[in-house]
């Protein structure tokens, strides 16, 4: 069986799978994703590395009476970013990563993925 083992082949789809996985990874940073809360009062914009980018609130969200109210709405509106974030992440990292999130420890650095501090 050993015998029939291909090094060569393994690391060439290793570096094959980690070039895929860097070129995602770039994409996923250029990419703008939004997620709003108040019927679009507040807006967020994070990258597909969950940065913050903007924070867009309409005049009509704030309320001098109710500061609570408006930290909320923007909560909300990062968290949804978020959100939407992780799944434009899971959809273009999955296809590259297959199941790689489930061996031992997972992969380094790959947010949302299980034992990866995600």
Known sequence: MAGNFDMS??????????????RAQQELQETEV?????GDLVTATV???????????????????DLEGLSD?????VRSAHHNAQALA???LGP???GL???????PGMPGMPGLGG
């Open 96 to 98: 590259v990563t297959g």
């Open 47 to 65: 990258n597909g590395s969950m940065e913050l980018l903007r924070l867009e609130i309409k005049p009509e969200a704030v309320d001098t009476d």
């Open 73 to 77: 709405l923007v909560v909300a509106a």
């Open 34 to 38: 939004t997620g709003s809360a108040g």
């Open 90 to 92: 899971a959809s273009k």
């Open 9 to 22: 082949a393994l690391l060439e789809q290793a570096q094959a799978m980690q070039a895929q996985l860097q």
């Open 101 to 107: 999130g489930d061996m031992a420890g997972g992969l």
